[in-house]
């Protein structure tokens, strides 16, 4: 089902595989020696081209559970890129060593361009302000598992909207689930891109609005998806210096909150969510995290045709 495919955006799983997915790796929580040595002698590669701290330790994490092993570099300068070898070259020559490729690279279309060259699967764990799937496939599974199930919600996206790739991926995702309503709440600079308001959700009759105000929707929303201002993507620092502080969650906005809100959040967080919010038991980023390294369980076994 899941073998000799890559995975380079939240469409290229059928709603049927990502439930797949979601009960793997559900069984694995509930039963940590699940699926434990079923990747012995395989092999995944980590290559990084940007910084990250959860989905390349979820990834390796997940791998090393599985009984397999990891290789690769956290930052592009420790390998042959550094002396100017193409992504096409290098992705050919990890290809020979490793039998799973995770990638995040700054430039949009890196992944799909490394899933023509790879002779083995590609996952993308980023690409510039595009996609990331598996963050995707993480806050699918913790909505399951904090709601009970992925339909019938109003979900609230929060800060960043214009270059927060998780962002899109999510709300592509959202968007073919039953009674999905978005609220989009960012400041003028950083609104959502068309091509998914109008030309993803538009057209799949989803209901959505954009605003610049979250307390005035807080109140309204099941689920709030908070994202840092992404610096790295913005061209001006006076800009970013501006925008930075738009939304910042604390416990005098969450008086407004329905009681059983879930707040989530890809993390890294800079200042949007107070640390005051971290012990509210609606506060569910950390164990979104957790999740994180379940589903790269899940999907790595499934993947490697290992379960
Ligand atoms: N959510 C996420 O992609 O985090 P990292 O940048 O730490 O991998």
New binding site residues.
Partial sequence: MFTKRHLVEPGDFTLEEMDRLFDLAQQIEQDQGYLRESCRGHILATLFFE??????LSFESAMLRLGGACLGFSEPNSSSVAKGESLADTIRTVSCYADIIVMRNPKEGASLLASRYATVPVINA?DGGHH?PT?TLTDLLTIRQLKGSIGQLTVGFCGDLKFGR?VHSLAKALARYPGISMLFISPQELQVPTYITEGILKKAGVSYKETHSLEQVIGTLDVLYMTRVQRERFFNEEEYIRLKDSYILNREKMKQAKDDLTILH???RVNEIAPELDNDPRASYFKQAKYGMYVRMALLASMLGRC
């Avoid at 910084?51 to 390349?56: C, E, H, K, V, Y």
């Fill in positions: 910084p990250s701290t959860r989905t390349r980023g990331h963050q998780t890809p993390l890294p």
